[in-house]
């Protein structure tokens, strides 16, 4: 696939029941770059997520990668052609290993045996994780286990990665090391999409951002643009919101 590729989602629409909770929503996310949508809570923003990394079908809109139409596709062919969704909620074995947990995802793909040592090999040194490769995943610290949920999603060799909640239950010290390796992985080309509460964290990692409330996009623009659009700031924000 080219690295070029765009993820995008076009007027995107989603009812529960009799309550339309997106209503149109559009945004897109390149290869190389960091995108955040945030919002409220009840907004609409993680049903739009949810849409784009295949958990929920939209009821009207369409998404796209590249050229080709996924919106009816399956989580399971998204990830198959590079759009990987990271959940909130741990995802890791807990009493499996660190590199079991690697290997797991590696024996799916077609690779021989040394192509999987290699790859593995290669995840743990970028991460700084080979001393504790044989650690079992109940032992990890949260920032820990977020980086062991990053190299298995990684092991596919995504084009996109959906993070959600990244910033959630970690320590500062733990979330500047993320921040740090969001932007690696920017630098080696992937498309990144980050929905989180914390607002400040986020935008200070995110190229563009899309702010969205009541089911609608109601600001868009780089992190500085955001966080001094007067509906941003009244609707979410707040008025004393300072990016640094």
Do not use: W
């Not at 040194?125 to 949260?142: H, I, P, T, V």
């Amino acid at each position: 696939m080219s690295s070029s590729q765009v993820l995008k989602a076009q007027d995107l629409h989603k009812r529960f029941g009799r309550r339309e909770v997106v209503r149109g929503v559009s945004l897109e996310v390149a290869c190389g770059e960091v995108v955040g949508l945030l919002g409220p809570n009840g907004a609409g923003k993680t049903t739009t997520f949810y849409m784009i990394g295949g958990l929920l079908t939209a009821d009207k809109g369409k998404i796209f990668l590249g050229e080709k139409d996924i919106t009816r596709e399956p989580m399971y062919r998204r990830a198959q052609q590079g759009i990987i969704y990271l959940p909130q909620e741990p995802s890791v074995f807990r009493r499996l290993t660190v590199a079991e947990n690697i290997l797991l995802v590696l024996e799916i793909l077609n690779l021989s045996r040394g192509e999987r040592k290699k790859r593995l090999e290669e995840l743990l040194e970028s991460f700084g994780m080979s001393a504790l490769r044989d650690q079992k995943a109940y032992a990890l610290s949260g920032g820990e286990r977020r980086r062991v949920e990053i190299m298995r999603a990684l092991a596919r060799e995504p084009l996109f990665l959906l993070l959600d909640e990244p910033f959630a239950g970690i320590d500062p010290i733990a979330v500047a090391d993320l921040k740090e390796i969001i932007r690696k992985l920017k630098g080696n080309g992937l498309g990144l999409l980050i929905s989180d509460h914390n607002v400040r964290e986020t935008l200070l990692v995110c190229d563009f951002a899309y702010i969205v409330a009541q089911g609608e996009v109601i600001a868009q623009g780089r992190p500085e643009e955001i966080a001094e659009n007067p509906l941003a700031r009244e609707l979410y924000l707040g008025r004393d919101f300072r990016l640094n």
